[in-house]
């Protein structure tokens, strides 16, 4: 084989199966059962911890659940580290993996529209389930007023913007200075550069582009061992966590939660429910053949609450056990974990009407198709690291004048949340590389013509894909 090929197959195949292969190691060591493990405990010392037990002066429990959180503080600060350079390497790899500029930008315009328009569906189940279960009901805002800082999020988003405006923000997202962006976090924009520098890549020869793939390629895998390293550090930052925030709100306020948390998971599980159908109805496939195919890639972001982390798992079950080529799956998933959170969306709109509830803000029509509007822009550019949902939440509600105080509620059962939502999440990603697959095959054909990219066959792939 010519060597010079070898960084046109990007994702490197072989590169992206033993970063696969490194996670996988996290289920056999059962890693999902030690975070949950460890939620439940740092929940039980929680209480001990707390005001309701008597047992510790206020400031030395408070002193002690910041010292319990410092490994969740690490654990969140190495993940949030890597996410820019890990989002970045996998986008470029992954169209430079097409190696046809007309077929990324057909299919790019075709994801484009199906994460938007899935986005949108799964926001408007979360605030439809929780119009209907009313979970704020049970919780009164004076609880909440009094407890830690929530996270802020921008006071300026009030309204849309103006028709004048559109055209200054859509050359905004545009960045000046990437490396600005980059440090920044604002992944929009990082995405946005990555997209142009993947297609210019698209341009060069092989033996041009050798270099700057092999690099792409050592930086992905220099992240990834970053993210096992971390993973060591997982059930106890979850149980810091865990034990810090129960400290804080207290055992009744926890209870109280109970509604809240089971109406974000019933909207999890209904949509959740509707990729099973497309899976059934679309790909003709059997749904619960797809669950255990996406097994691994469901429990790694179960565990790591990051759907950025699970992408060599997520490439990996998408390649192998759903038969989608190469050629779309190095695609979609890099892309799909950036900017298809439809979990987390889904999520912002439950939280939403619930802290709206809590607070007696009664929410009009138009401040909710807002909070759709809002969602949905944010969903696209968030980082795909745990926690930064919150962050984005508390711009929503600044939105539609919901105390951001009520974040600091929101908090203390985000954890399972967090896990939820990015294996949905994640399961997103894999129904959407199959549609796409399936879309690139009915419709751009010609176009995906690429034999021995990344080094498979395209035509068992596609007996896996449709019916038989």
Known sequence: MDRRKGPSKVGHPPHIKRLSLQLQSLIRGRMWLKVLMGMALGTAFGIVLGPAAGLFDPRIATTLGEW?????????????????????????????ANRDVEMVKKLGVLAGLYFVATTAVAIAIGIAVALLINPGRHIQGEEVILLAAAPQGSQEISDLPELFEIPRIIGGLFPTNPLEAMASGQMLQVVLFSVIVGIAVLTLSPRSSAPFMDLLGSLQEICMTVVRWSMH???????????????????????????????????LLLLLVLYLIIILAYLRRDPLQFLADAKD????????????????????VAEEKLGIRPAVGQFIIPLGATINM???ALYQGVATVFLAQVFGVDLTMGQLLLVMIIAVGASIGTPATPGVGIVILATI???????AEGVALIIGVDRILDMSRTSVNVAGDLVASAVMDKLARGRLETLLDIEGVGGADPAPAESKITSQ
């Not at 410092?70 to 993940?79: A, E, R």
């Not at 790694?300 to 490439?315: C, E, G, L, N, W």
């Not at 509600?397 to 105390?403: E, T």
């Open 68 to 96: 319990l959180s410092l490994p969740g503080y690490i654990f969140l600060g190495l993940l949030q580290m890597i996410v820019v350079p890990l989002v970045l390497a996998s986008i470029i790899l992954g169209i430079a």
């Open 342 to 344: 439809n979990g987390t």
């Open 233 to 267: 550090l997982a059930p106890l930052a979850v149980f810091g966590l865990m034990a810090k925030f129960t400290a804080q709100l207290g055992l009744e306020t926890l209870l109280g939660m109970g509604v809240y948390v089971m109406a974000v998971l019933f909207g």
């Open 297 to 316: 890639a469901l429990l790694i972001a179960f565990s790591t609450s990051s759907s950025a982390a699970t992408m060599p798992v997520s490439i990996r």
């Open 397 to 403: 509600l600044a939105s539609v004048g919901v105390p």
